[in-house]
Each structure stands twice: as C-alpha cells, then as structure tokens.
C-alpha cells in the first residue's frame, strides 16, 4: 500500500499522472501483477521469473520519485528542522540506495550525503539536482530499465538523460483476456484493499532516529526509542508511535 500511495502522490510532480489521476506506475504494476497471477495459475514459471524481475524495477520507481521529491522539499533546510519531510527523505532514500550502490557507488554517496539527517550543515547540501543528476547517471547502468515511467521532476527536467527511448512496456504480453483494461487503474486496487494515500505522519518516525543520535543523555534516547516523539498515532491521536513499538509488531 504504500508504494502505491507513494507513486500515487508523488505523480503529479513527475508528470506521470494518467487521465484518472492515479500513477502510469501503478497502472503498470497492475498489469504486471496480473500477469504473475496467471503465469503462477498456469506454472510458467521460466517466464515468471521476467516478470517478477520487471516488477522489482518498477517498485524502484516511486522510492526514487520520493527521495527526488522530498529532497527538493527540503532542500536549505536547517539541521535541526522538524520539518517531517526530512524523515520521508531519509528512509526513501536508504531504501533505494542498496540498488544504486551496486551499480555506481559514486551516485550512492551523492544521495547518501544529501538525505541523511545533517548535523552541521542545512539539508541537501549540493542541491537537488545534484541528487538528479546522482540518479540519472546510476540508472542508466541498470538494463532495461524503464526511465520513461521515473519522468521529470518539477523544475529539474526530465530524471533520466535519454527520456523517451522505447520501453520494455511491450515485452509484457497482452493480458486483456485476463482483466478488463478498464481495471488498469487505481480501482483496480481500490477493490481488494484501501489504499492509505497519505503516508506523511508515519514517515515522520524517522526523525526519532535523529533524534536519539542527536541526546545528549541514556535516558533521553531511551525514551524516545520506547515511547516515540514526532509521529503521531492515527488511531490514538494525543499518543506517539515509536521505533520500540515497530519492534514489538514486527515480532
């Protein structure tokens, strides 16, 4: 759910949007997913490995849209901003990093050194488009990687250098016999859950990070590991949510 409200919110700015203004990604995740489902029904699974491989690819694509967009939301802003953005920068970006280190470690500590929290120094310290450019380079040494559907963001340009190339959108075969193409959209998802499209008060958890390496006590840290401090609840308003508290259900 998340990625899929990630790319939902973030589309407008990449151009990216279709004409029922949900994300051309999650349009495309859709067909992919379909397709999965009846390659696993059928036990074609020499041709199911493409396909989970394309859909690894495209969930790259919103956490790179993310990291670009919140880096241009925060960028200048002071180390010790409680700016909520800084966290939903922060943990996009070291979501994605593991990829775009193992094809240029030079772009991978470019975004590392722009979206880690700052301590000294305002935030995005090289500007935004140096993180642009950062991606652009790393992603044009992944194969067949579909830059088109990343597009451009506001005032940056387009992320990826050779925008337009042919995209490996044909490769997925015709599934039109498999679901209506009517259902290529965000209803599609809409009917089997909910979609959350609003993430921005649990992405502030990641401040929590900040700052427990930033006290100066035990016992401050502690506290703020066990009880939270910067993102609200939703079910319980006038309470935090914490990292403590993610340990305890991820058990």
């Given at each position: 759910?998340?990625?899929?409200?990630?790319?939902?919110?973030?589309?407008?700015?990449?151009?990216?949007?279709?004409?029922?203004?949900?994300?051309?990604?999650?349009?495309?995740?859709?067909?992919?997913?379909?397709?999965?489902?009846?390659?696993?029904?059928?036990?074609?699974?020499?041709?199911?490995?493409n396909?989970?491989?394309?859909?690894?690819?495209?969930?790259?694509?919103?956490?790179?849209?993310?990291?670009?967009?919140?880096?241009?939301?925060?960028?200048?802003?002071?180390?010790?901003?409680?700016?909520?953005?800084?966290?939903?920068?922060?943990?996009?970006?070291?979501?994605?990093?593991p990829?775009?280190?193992?094809?240029?470690?030079?772009?991978?500590?470019?975004?590392?050194?722009?979206?880690?929290?700052?301590?000294?120094?305002?935030?995005?310290?090289?500007g935004?488009?140096?993180?642009?450019?950062?991606?652009?380079?790393?992603?044009?040494?992944?194969?067949?990687?579909?830059?088109?559907?990343?597009?451009?963001?506001?005032?940056?340009?387009?992320?990826?250098?050779?925008?337009?190339?042919?995209?490996?959108?044909?490769?997925?075969?015709?599934?039109?016999?498999?679901?209506?193409?009517?259902?290529?959209?965000?209803?599609?998802?809409?009917?089997?859950?909910?979609?959350k499209?609003?993430?921005?008060?649990?992405?502030?958890?990641?401040?929590?990070?900040?700052?427990?390496?930033?006290?100066?006590?035990?016992?401050?840290?502690?506290?703020?590991y066990?009880?939270?401090?910067?993102?609200?609840?939703?079910?319980?308003?006038?309470?935090?949510?914490?990292?403590?508290?993610?340990?305890i259900?991820?058990?």
């Amino acid at each position: 759910q998340a990625l899929y409200a990630l790319a939902y919110d973030v589309c407008e700015s990449f151009d990216e949007c279709n004409a029922t203004s949900d994300s051309e990604v999650n349009v495309k995740m859709a067909k992919l997913l379909v397709q999965a489902q009846t390659m696993i029904e059928n036990r074609q699974c020499l041709d199911l490995e493409n396909i989970v491989e394309l859909i690894e690819e495209v969930m790259l694509i919103p956490l790179i849209q993310g990291t670009l967009y919140f880096a241009a939301q925060i960028e200048g802003e002071d180390s010790d901003s409680s700016n909520g953005d800084i966290g939903a920068a922060y943990v996009l970006a070291n979501s994605v990093l593991p990829y775009i280190d193992m094809v240029d470690k030079n772009a991978a500590t470019i975004i590392s050194d722009n979206t880690q929290f700052q301590v000294d120094t305002n935030h995005v310290k090289d500007g935004t488009s140096a993180v642009v450019k950062a991606f652009s380079r790393a992603l044009a040494e992944i194969d067949n990687f579909d830059c088109d559907l990343v597009g451009e963001l506001d005032d940056y340009g387009p992320v990826c250098e050779d925008e337009g190339d042919e995209s490996d959108a044909d490769d997925v075969k015709d599934v039109k016999d498999v679901i209506h193409v009517s259902e290529y959209t965000s209803d599609y998802f809409v009917n089997i859950y909910e979609p959350k499209l609003d993430t921005s008060e649990q992405l502030k958890i990641a401040l929590d990070i900040r700052d427990i390496i930033s006290s100066t006590s035990i016992s401050d840290a502690r506290s703020i590991y066990s009880d939270g401090k910067n993102s609200l609840n939703e079910a319980e308003s006038s309470s935090f949510a914490s990292l403590g508290g993610l340990g305890i259900i991820a058990k």
